[in-house]
């Protein structure tokens, strides 16, 4: 099915674990985030990638890693989870031609939860 | 202060009505503005998307966008109960990188 799909869809770790959340699109996207959503906070982004291998920072990216070795994925690392980083993590994508590219597409979300 | 503040609410009004949803900025390089529509448990969607200033209308849905009041709203006429949902604005400038920055959203309920 084309679109952008996120696993696993629910998470319980414990503090101190290391956690990968995973991402895919189907559409050759360029650009894919990752944001954070929190009550009173509402969607915060942790990183972008323009392109395969090309990541940035966005303004919250202490304890994750990702990487894009491929157009069509972009898995997100909490490298020692912690319980400030419990939390829903959407995904998303966007075509970057303007003046469609802030037009961005999210996958369904994993909801997180570290103990 | 927030660059994009928004009302959490929640907005509860009777079926029918029509429903006014807002954010002010206070960023003028901001020209790319969007509403996106989140139902519990879903990812965001986009629902309107303007350029500069004006108005876009969309079926039941229209944007307006006030760039000298560094406002834009969001109207829904003939609300429906499948209507309820979180709604966030956002918005870019030319240069973000199509970086976004998003309200915290409005929590809205259409009552039967």
């Known amino acids: 099915d084309a679109g952008i799909t996120q696993s696993p869809r629910y998470k319980i770790t414990e503090t101190g674990r290391q956690v990968t959340l995973m991402c895919h699109q189907t559409?050759?996207?360029?650009?894919m985030f990752w944001y954070r959503q929190d009550l009173g906070h509402g969607l915060r982004l942790i990183y972008y990638?323009?392109?395969?291998?090309?990541?940035d920072k966005g303004e919250v990216p202490d304890g994750y890693v990702v990487s894009r070795s491929k157009t069509e994925n972009f898995p997100l690392t909490l490298e020692s989870a912690t319980r400030s980083q419990t939390s829903v993590y959407f995904c998303?994508?966007?075509?970057?031609?303007?003046?469609?590219?802030?037009?961005?597409?999210f996958g369904s979300g994993t909801q997180l939860s570290v103990l | 202060q927030k660059e994009v503040e928004q009302d959490p609410g929640p907005l509860s009004v009777p079926e029918g009505a029509i429903v006014s949803l807002n954010c002010t900025y206070s960023?003028?390089?901001?020209?790319?503005f969007m509403w996106y529509r989140q139902y519990s448990r879903k990812g965001p969607e986009l629902l309107m998307y303007?350029?500069s200033s004006g108005n876009k209308e969309d079926g039941r849905f229209t944007a307006q966008v006030d760039k000298s009041s560094k406002y834009i709203s969001l109207f829904i006429r003939d609300s429906q109960p499948s209507d309820s949902a979180t709604y966030l604005c956002?918005?870019?400038?030319?240069?973000?990188?199509?970086?976004?920055?998003w309200g915290a959203g409005t929590k809205l309920i259409i009552k039967p």
């Open positions: 998303a994508s966007s075509e970057p031609n303007r003046p469609e590219g802030e037009k961005l597409f």
């Open positions: 559409w050759s996207h360029s650009y």
């Open positions: 990638s323009a392109a395969a291998d090309i990541t």
């Open positions: 960023n003028s390089a901001f020209q790319y």
């Open positions: 303007t350029y």
């Open positions: 956002a918005m870019s400038a030319y240069d973000s990188n199509y970086q976004l920055i």
